[in-house]
């Protein structure tokens, strides 16, 4: 029996509208691939993610940076207590097949840095940040999905074919 896929969902505790949304959006469709959402467990793009994946019946996993399952998001299928503070992002992205970045904030920059260093998993933004190089051209390896559909569609096209339920 195959690994589940995991996918990382990552973005700001203080999320606009439209994050939100989004990753709420995202959490459903994870969740109708059969993808296991691993997230950062507390608020905003977490708590949508989480319970977007919740009401389609996903597994969802949150990775706490303190050292109690205080702040986690009550959509939570499994709560991850690291005592890791940021640190924590590092657990996040190397526990993921593919990773979705929604909105913007510094800590989902840096899980978006982890994720392009780690290499050899799809890495997704969506709505968030664009990183350019030292000439002004956007960064290889980071797709920019123009909605939730396409930001799934992105991350789940890693999975292999036999891993497909």
């Known amino acids: ?4 896929y995991q996918v990382a969902v ?6 606009t509208e439209a994050e939100s949304v989004a990753a709420r959006r995202v959490g459903e469709l994870l969740a109708e691939q059969g993808a296991v959402i691993v997230c950062g467990g507390g608020t905003g793009v977490m708590a949508e993610v989480a319970a977007g994946g919740r ?3 996903g597994l969802v996993i949150g990775v706490r940076p303190g050292n109690t399952r205080d702040g986690a998001s009550p959509d ?3 709560v991850l207590v690291t005592n890791m503070g940021e640190a924590r992002n590092a657990v996040i992205v ?10 913007g904030s510094w800590g989902t920059l840096s899980e978006l840095a982890l994720a392009k260093r780690r290499g050899g998993v799809p890495v ?11 000439n002004g051209q956007p960064v290889a390896g980071i797709d920019v999905a123009d909605s939730p559909e396409h930001a799934v569609e ?3 096209a890693g999975r292999s074919a036999g891993d497909q339920q």
């Open 10 to 15: 990552c973005g700001p505790r203080a999320a």
């Open 76 to 78: 939570l299928d499994a």
């Open 1 to 4: 029996m195959p690994s589940p």
């Open 94 to 103: 190397w526990s993921a097949d593919a990773v979705i970045v929604i909105g």
């Open 124 to 134: 997704i933004s969506l709505g968030g940040w664009t990183i350019l190089d030292a």
């Open 55 to 57: 009401s389609r019946g």
């Open 154 to 156: 992105l991350a789940m």
